[in-house]
């Protein structure tokens, strides 16, 4: 069965500085893996996917993703934090295109100014 | 660009009261999706919707809860006689060919159960 962790449910850096946001998974297969942002009583928006090409992913507002299949890991960067990006991250797993997508507890982002 | 579209945004209802939940997923997907959020906590995942069956549910998708694809644009969520504890966001999700697994999510209904 998929799972995913992330580590720390509050984060706060100040703007400017390195955003990292931990996510780890344990998969019984090759996994499809994604990075979620959900904005204040606003719903879900993909910030970005891995699906077995690059491990180093780009997705949208600068972020990135890489995936370390050693460390099951796919943490979320971003060089240089904004204030717009205060919001709840989510990391999720799939196992399949079309199997339910795992959505791990979330970690809230705060940027201090 | 193609959405999915949730109706209501926010419900109240009484306990024991069914509602119905409302979504139109985008139009060329074919797998379907309801999770909720109850406020604070994780996205869960309820139930999955293919070639008119459910695919896979939750636990927490008992009896009370229902769902169904009425005209080939519509899919619904019922539950059959609210509790408390079903007061959350509950989000639509649709996905298709090609998307490698992304679920396109609605904005979300807010139900509160008095």
């Known amino acids: 069965a998929q799972s995913v962790t992330q580590l720390g449910s509050h984060v706060s850096v100040s703007e400017g500085a390195l955003v990292l946001l931990r996510c780890n998974y344990s998969?019984?297969?090759?996994?499809?893996l994604f990075w979620y942002v959900q904005y204040p009583n606003q719903g879900l928006q993909l910030l970005l996917k891995?699906?077995?090409?690059?491990?180093l992913v780009k997705g949208i507002n600068g972020f990135e993703a890489e995936f370390k299949k050693s460390e099951t890991s796919f943490h979320l960067t971003k060089p240089s934090a904004h204030m717009s990006d205060a919001a709840e991250y989510f990391c999720?797993?799939?196992?399949?295109?079309?199997?339910?997508?795992?959505f791990g507890p979330g970690t809230s982002l705060s940027v201090i100014p | 660009e193609p959405e999915v579209t949730q109706t209501p945004s926010h419900q109240v209802t009484q306990m024991g009261q069914e509602v119905i939940l409302r979504c139109v997923p985008i139009?060329?997907?074919?797998?379907f999706y309801w999770y909720r959020q109850i406020l604070g906590q994780k996205v869960e995942f309820l139930v999955s919707?293919?070639?008119?069956?459910?695919?896979?549910k939750s636990e927490i998708f008992d009896d009370q809860f229902s769902v169904e694809r009425p005209d080939g644009s519509n899919f619904t969520l019922k539950i059959r006689s609210t509790k408390l504890e079903d007061s959350a966001m509950y989000f639509c999700?649709?996905?298709?060919?090609?998307?490698?697994?992304?679920?396109?999510f609605g904005e979300g209904s807010r139900l509160t159960v008095l």
């Open positions: 919707f293919y070639n008119n069956e459910i695919s896979e």
């Open positions: 999720a797993v799939t196992k399949t295109s079309y199997d339910k997508v795992i």
């Open positions: 999700a649709s996905t298709g060919t090609g998307n490698s697994g992304e679920l396109f």
């Open positions: 139009s060329n997907h074919l797998y």
């Open positions: 998969s019984s297969v090759p996994p499809y």
């Open positions: 891995y699906t077995s090409a690059a491990t």
